[in-house]
């Protein structure tokens, strides 16, 4: 062995050092003090670390159990971490915007009392274990209050209130404009969800609702359809137990138009589905749907004039079960790719992420050895159809240029792709190809 090839040996051998980030966990009613705690913490540091730092910080009985929950702003439903689990790992796979504000470099002289005014929308928090190994959580007075109420103007106790009905088929007169009216008036009341039958419509918000959380599946755990308000856990929970109950497949169909919460809805279900036999913490099988979500999504998804990251492909996720319900494995299978988008797209329109993450988020060296340029370089990603005739001319171009947020953004979503490639199991050699 030579001099360098030794060196090469040494130097390889040498672990570098991880890169240390502040998260801020929020304890909610377990702290008065504060409303969030910084604790650092690296790519390899445990959840169970973790939370033993932070029981010691806020001088909690030991004797009782905690853990970490994942929140994020799709929903706000809420993933329960195993102790083994990393944390940081977890949250590199969030949104830029979210990463930026929910992690930060330790600044010197920093409090732990120092918060943020507003908790942000992706975040974690400690939670509370039960003596059955449940989590603790208040309870939802409020929804209960709310179906209460609508009994009481039923049993005509109180007056009924217009327009209003959590079923459609219990609308007086059943015609377009009374549908449309009573599903605006629950809208705007912050009740998206509405029966009509066994059927549940579903609108965007396009913001964050705090209804997704393990409280409301342990709400809905075992209630028949149309029992408590309309909600997607009570479709899944109702499939969940017909399946137990029947010895049979169950088949729940998600449609819509583009950027109506198809994707979304479909990972409530996915959530709703796993922790009904897990308790609410994350599952194997759970981790590895969710993420394989952005390599979908980059490959399968694209800018469209109405949307931003809008689903060109249709999907299938069946989960298999075990006799007692518990989750034994999935297969997601993907059908109907838009094809067409590979050669050209429409005005205001882009052609699939992965593109874009590759020319903008690789290295100039990998770039370089890839033989790889920017996208107003390739036809592909600038050529237009115009009332059905291509457009080549450049002048398109212009509009495939990326400035620089949108350029940091897509390094991110580069990274964010790497990671969860790996996390669903690719090879490297695979994510190279």
Request: net charge neutral; charged share 25%; hydrophobic share 35%.
């Amino acid at each position: 062995m030579n001099v360098d090839q030794a060196s090469t040996t040494w130097s390889n051998s040498i672990k570098r050092p991880l890169e240390v980030f502040t998260i801020s966990i929020y304890p909610g009613h377990l702290s008065e003090d504060a409303i969030s705690w910084p604790v650092q913490a690296t790519s390899e540091t445990k959840a169970e670390c973790i939370v033993n730092v932070l029981v010691e910080k806020l001088q909690l009985n030991r004797s009782t159990g905690y853990v970490l929950a994942e929140v994020r702003a799709s929903g706000g439903e809420e993933w329960i971490l195993d102790p083994g689990e990393c944390p940081v790992q977890r949250m590199m796979l969030w949104p830029r915007t979210a990463l930026n504000s929910s992690t930060r470099k330790p600044e010197k002289g920093e409090k732990a009392s120092s918060v943020q005014p507003d908790p942000p929308e992706y975040r974690f928090l400690l939670r509370e274990k039960c003596t059955d190994g449940s989590i603790h959580y208040k309870h939802s007075s409020a929804w209960l209050q709310e179906r209460e109420e609508r009994r009481m103007e039923e049993r005509g106790f109180l007056p009924l209130r217009a327009n209003d009905a959590d079923d459609l088929c219990n609308l007086p007169e059943l015609g377009e404009d009374t549908i449309l009216v009573n599903l605006r008036t629950r809208f705007m009341r912050c009740q998206i969800y509405t029966y009509a039958g066994s059927i549940l419509v579903a609108i965007n918000p396009f913001r964050f609702l705090p209804i997704y959380n393990p409280r409301y599946v342990q709400l809905y755990a075992g209630r028949r359809l149309g029992e408590l308000e309309p909600h997607i856990f009570a479709v899944a929970d109702a499939a969940y137990h017909s399946m137990l109950r029947e010895r049979s497949h169950q088949c729940l169909v998600i449609t819509g138009e583009s950027g109506s919460g198809k994707t979304q809805s479909t990972n409530f279900l996915i959530h709703h589905l796993t922790a009904l036999s897990q308790r609410g913490y994350t599952s194997g099988v759970e981790r590895t749907i969710l993420g394989a979500g952005p390599v979908l999504e980059a490959f399968g998804n694209a800018k469209t004039a109405y949307n931003n990251n809008s689903s060109r492909f249709g999907k299938f996720i069946q989960v298999n079960y075990w006799d007692n319900g518990t989750v034994r494995g999935a297969v997601v299978e993907k059908y109907l790719l838009e094809k067409s988008r590979l050669v050209s797209q429409e005005k205001r329109e882009r052609n699939y992420h992965v593109f874009y993450y590759l020319l903008a988020g690789m290295s100039e060296d990998e770039k370089a050895a890839l033989h790889l340029s920017h996208p107003s370089a390739y036809t592909y990603l600038t050529h237009k159809e115009r009332h059905g005739h291509p457009n080549v001319n450049g002048q398109d171009t212009a509009e495939m240029n990326l400035g620089a947020g949108d350029s940091e953004e897509l390094k991110h979503d580069y990274e964010r792709l790497k990671l969860a490639m790996e996390m669903v199991g690719f090879l490297p050699e695979t994510c190279k190809q």
